[in-house]
């Protein structure tokens, strides 16, 4: 029994590739102050409900389908200020065929990726997300 969990455990560890960008990936650029921001435009992204942010959440189509993979892109600030940071989340279907993502894994997903002091990236079986924070404008 306990050689089956432990095989279980190391199979479900080797379907996540997790990683937080270290500052040498993002020089210089962590979320700081703009983590709770960043949260909540998370929570406007998986919910769909605000026409502004558009949406993460739905449905994601097969393989070479263009729905497969989306991306939201902001920038916060007055344009040549100092202090302008962009965000960017992104979500990829990994597996063949239609899948639904639903608000709370759209949420759990990306916000691992906020708690990440610089932002991150994380494949497990079926999504893949990332959450970035840089200076200026959208990259």
Known sequence: MQ???????VSLIATVQARCYSLKDA?????????ALAREVVDKLCSG?????GSLNGTYGADGDSSQH????????????TWQQHMAFEIWHLKSGQRYLGYEECK???NKEVNCDAGGRTAYE???YRADIGP???Y
């Open 70 to 81: 989306r991306l939201k892109q902001m920038t916060f600030g007055m344009p040549y200020n």
């Open 108 to 110: 759990s997903g990306l």
């Open 3 to 9: 050689l089956a969990t432990i095989l279980s455990l």
């Open 136 to 138: 200026g404008e959208q």
């Open 27 to 35: 020089p210089g650029e962590t979320w700081g102050s703009k983590q």
């Open 49 to 53: 409900s605000d026409s502004i942010y």
């Open 126 to 128: 079926n999504w893949e």
